[in-house]
């Protein structure tokens, strides 16, 4: 199964995409065993590949144990930029996919996308806020967008899994005078697709959100603020009906101290 848009389609024409994908030359940004994702050119334009080698059997069984679902392929991260795209949230522009095979050890697939560049990460836009803290208008308008990000997200049967800050891109030059900045959600190849998000990952994806923005200085107004144009709701009612929420919050809370009280962080 091979699914090409331009340039591609046309570079491509007649010609077996696998084969033109191995001859891809760039800056590797990720290498793994049976991973690898580099930024190439074409005409100019720059491209991320992820290549996809099938997966060992010590990582299925690895991440069955510890309770998550392998990455077995690009058709996962493929399936949610086109499903985000559907919900009107901004992502990746998925303009290239092929999976070859059934066994998923030794299924090959890839998937090309557009570089969003010139972008910076939430988590490197926000690092020194502490020290250097941005307007009231820039820190109410990211939270905003990224609330409504999220709940559409979720609200669309897409759940993360890695939902960290450094998993959303804010495109430059960024407008904030007019909201007409772009926020971008990337890195989607764990990502689960269902008709609705089950609790126990809403949760894991919100709980990660907000570990991941720990260190900048947000007050807890802030947090407030976020999970009322999450919810949609007061946050009286939020505290009294996501009590899972609250608790698992909790749980890694401690956890997470425990650790860094261990091992003297």
Not at 68 to 78: I, N
Not at 116 to 125: K, R
Not at 228 to 241: A, L, P, W
Request: proline share 3%.
């Amino acid at each position: 199964m091979v699914e090409l848009k331009e340039p591609f389609l046309s570079l491509w024409k007649g010609k077996d995409a696998f084969s033109e994908v191995q001859k891809l030359q760039g800056e590797t940004f990720r290498q793994l065993e049976t991973r690898r994702t580099i930024r190439f050119e074409i005409a100019g334009k720059s491209y991320f590949l992820k290549w996809h080698q099938g997966t060992k059997l010590k990582e299925v069984i690895k991440n069955l144990f510890s309770l998550r679902l392998p990455v077995l392929g690009a058709d996962r991260e493929w399936n949610a930029i086109h499903r985000l795209q559907e919900l009107d949230v901004d992502t990746m522009h998925g303009v290239g996919f092929g999976q070859q095979g059934i066994n998923p050890l030794n299924r090959i697939s890839f998937i090309i996308t557009e570089d969003l560049s010139p972008a910076v990460s939430l988590e490197d836009y926000c690092a020194d806020w502490l020290v250097n803290p941005p307007s009231r208008k820039i820190k109410m308008a990211l939270i905003e967008r990224l609330a409504i990000m999220v709940r559409r997200m979720h609200q669309g049967g897409v759940n993360h899994r890695d939902c960290y800050l450094c998993h959303f891109l804010l495109h430059q030059p960024a407008n904030f005078e007019d909201n007409t900045f772009k926020l971008s959600v990337i890195d989607l190849h764990r990502a689960q697709i269902r008709n609705a998000v089950p609790v126990r990952w809403r949760n894991k994806d919100l709980i990660g959100l907000y570990f991941s923005s720990l260190n900048i200085g947000l007050t807890q107004r802030d947090y407030f603020r976020f999970l009322k144009i999450y919810f949609e709701k007061d946050i009286n009612k939020i505290i009294r009906d996501e009590s899972d929420l609250f608790a698992t919050y909790a749980k890694k809370t401690d956890k997470i101290i425990n650790h860094t009280s261990k091992n003297k962080l």
